[in-house]
């Protein structure tokens, strides 16, 4: 019998919950590498680095999907939770007493299980579909490293202050506070669920410092170093 696109989405959701509790897979998750057969970019990003403009420029020039909070969408459909409540536990890292005191306080809370396990499962059916271009939330951790493209974009601190000076409006020292903040909550998300530092390059094809270049020259260099690798 043929392997479905579920069957296979459920079969790496099973080796993913194997890894994060000790077990050593054989061949671990790229056993699963020829299954995705269709191009996918996941981008990781700094506040201010211009993350979510470039995926949505490659997204346009390629006529992918595009994926940001798309993906809590996604979640709220499959389990039936209100978005805003997934929004509060988006990218941000939690501790286990935390869960339990909003569990006894909070009948809408969302554990950091259930959060976790339906993120997993919508950004490996995304894809195994294809042709999307997925921001943020650990996804180079979850997808295949073979078959997609895997960024970073980043820049001096002292850039990331200033853009958001300059394009949010706010005064120095807030934008100091809330690039820091973000920051924070995304290696905390990252370290909490996949136990990596997100800032060590070896997890990317592609480390982008956008410092120099404009959205529009950091998508055409993506775009080429997706095909170069996938050979398209």
Do not use: W
């Amino acid at each position: 019998m043929s392997s479905t696109p579920q069957s296979i989405v459920e079969k790496m959701m099973t080796a993913l919950k194997l890894r994060e509790i000790g077990v050593k897979l054989e061949n671990d998750l790229h056993v699963f590498d020829t299954s995705f057969s269709k191009p996918f970019i996941t981008i990781s990003r700094e506040p201010g680095s211009g993350g979510k403009v470039i995926g949505q420029l490659i997204a346009k020039k390629l006529h992918y999907a595009f994926y940001d909070h798309e993906l809590i969408d996604e979640i709220a459909h499959s389990t039936k939770l209100r978005k805003s409540i997934l929004d509060q536990v988006d990218e941000k890292g939690r501790s286990g007493l935390q869960d339990l005191i909003q569990e006894l306080i909070n009948p809408d809370y969302v554990s950091d299980i259930t959060y976790f396990t339906h993120l997993c499962r919508v950004i490996l059916t995304l894809a195994y579909k294809g042709n999307v271009v997925i921001l943020g939330r650990g996804a180079n951790f979850i997808t295949p490293q073979a078959r997609g493209l895997h960024v970073r974009c980043t820049a001096p601190q002292a850039v990331l202050v200033q853009r958001a000076v300059d394009f949010e409006g706010h005064t120095p020292l807030i934008a100091k506070e809330i690039v820091a903040k973000y920051s924070k909550d995304r290696r905390d998300f990252v370290k909490q669920y996949f136990d990596k530092d997100i800032r060590k390059p070896e997890h990317y094809d592609l480390v982008l410092n956008t410092t120099f270049y404009s959205p529009e020259e950091s998508s055409e260099l993506i775009i080429q170093a997706m095909k170069h690798k996938l050979n398209l």
